[in-house]
Structure formats: C-alpha cells, structure tokens
C-alpha cells in the first residue's frame, strides 16, 4: 500500500522568509497529492492541492511542486506570517470517485517574529 | 453551512469497557473517512464509506474497531473491549467526489 514521509518534523523560520516542506510517496499509482494545515484542537484543513497531470500549482504565498519520476513533492509557503504557524500534513491518494488517502507523519512549523 | 460534527468532543473511559463514537457529515457527501490521530503523528486512516457500504475497511486495526453508516449519513464508529493503546483524537472527514476532505473536530479517547 501507499507511504508517505514528510520532513522535517519540525521548522523555525523568521518572519518573511520561506518555508519548505518535502514529501515522497511509495505508490506510482497515486495521482492525487493534497496539503493540509492543522491548528491546535482543530481538524486538518485543505490548502492546496495538485494532481499528477501537473508539476507545479500556485495560490497566493502558497505553492506546491510534484516531481512524479522522484516521487517527491514539495509545500513552498513565501513571506511566512506568524498565522502560519500550525501543522502541515502533506497525503497521497489514487483519485478515483473517492478513494484511501494516506497522510505523512507531519511538519510543525514556527514562525520567529 | 454546518460543517462536519462529532460527539462527543472527549471521551474518558476504562480499560475492557465498550464506545461508540459518532460523526454527522456535511449534508449531501456521499463518502466519510474515519481516521485516528495519536500525539505528534499525521491522522492514520481507518475506514471510509461511499454511501452507506465501507468501500476499504483496511485501516480498521483489528476486529475491536468497526464502523457503521446505514443511512448514508451519520456514521459510528464503535470499539469493544478497549485498550489503553486505544487512546487517541479519532477524526471524521466528509467529501464529494473524493476531493477535498472536510474534517470535524475530533474525538479525544482516553483509555485509563
């Protein structure tokens, strides 16, 4: 079955720099890959996400790369604010009408003021 | 809209005893997700419905957990003999067209 792992764990960046987040996936079959961001007590929450008919997705200071041949993917958040301190899940899920969407283990990124 | 609900917000129980744990989807999505989340991990997926049959059913970790949807709607999730292994949030999502994943809040386990 399909596995995801995430790194870092954990990443501090100052306030306006860049954020990065990686991820790899073991199943050559999933073609779906979304990201999620989790606030404390609450339920993960989509941001953005990308299918495999593509490389690259952007929205706003949020942008998502796939390299389909590595397996990898890639959250890139520019101009960090301190709200987006949280933590960010990437998963991977072969995309029928619904189907298993697996998670990574997780990142929880701080924001220095 | 309401979004997805789960009740109840925390649930504290014994070793050996039985729970249920409920959740209410957005109205009109045809699939829910049942998955757990321990401390520091990413949500470890269960189970999930397509209207009311459990389409994969391999996340479910042994014969104590089993998942109920009969109208398509409300789905719960009932463990029997818990363990303190058990404890964790246990998190819903809901969604048309197997995008994008509406999560509720969670249920925190507690198994003492």
């Known amino acids: 079955g399909e596995n995801v792992e995430q790194h870092p764990s954990t990443l501090s960046v100052q306030e306006g720099d860049s954020a990065v987040i990686k991820c790899t996936y073991s199943?050559?079959?999933?073609?779906?890959f979304p990201w999620y961001k989790q606030e404390l007590g609450k339920g993960p929450q989509l941001i953005i996400d990308?299918?495999?008919?593509?490389g690259e997705k952007k929205d706003q200071r949020i942008a998502v790369t796939l390299n389909k041949t590595a397996k990898h993917f890639s959250l890139h958040i520019t101009e960090t604010q301190p709200e987006d301190s949280a933590v960010y899940f990437c998963a991977a899920s072969y995309n029928s009408s619904a189907s298993k969407i697996i998670f990574g283990s997780g990142t929880r990124l701080s924001i220095r003021p | 809209g309401a979004g997805v609900s789960q009740t109840p917000s925390n649930k504290v129980t014994e070793k050996g005893k039985y729970v249920e744990l409920r959740c209410d989807p957005i109205s009109g999505h045809t699939a829910l997700y049942w998955y757990r989340q321990s401390l520091g991990q990413g949500p470890e997926f269960l189970i999930y419905?397509?209207?009311?049959?459990?389409?994969?059913d391999s996340g479910l970790p042994n014969d104590r957990f089993f998942a109920v949807r009969p109208e398509g709607s409300v789905s719960t999730l009932k463990i029997q003999r818990t363990e303190r292994g058990d404890s964790a949030v246990y998190l819903c999502?809901?969604?048309?067209?197997?995008?994008?994943?509406?999560f509720g809040p969670g249920t925190r386990l507690t198994v003492l």
């Open positions: 419905f397509q209207g009311t049959g459990a389409a994969d």
């Open positions: 199943d050559s079959a999933s073609n779906y």
């Open positions: 990308i299918r495999s008919n593509v």
């Open positions: 999502a809901s969604t048309t067209l197997g995008e994008r994943l509406y």
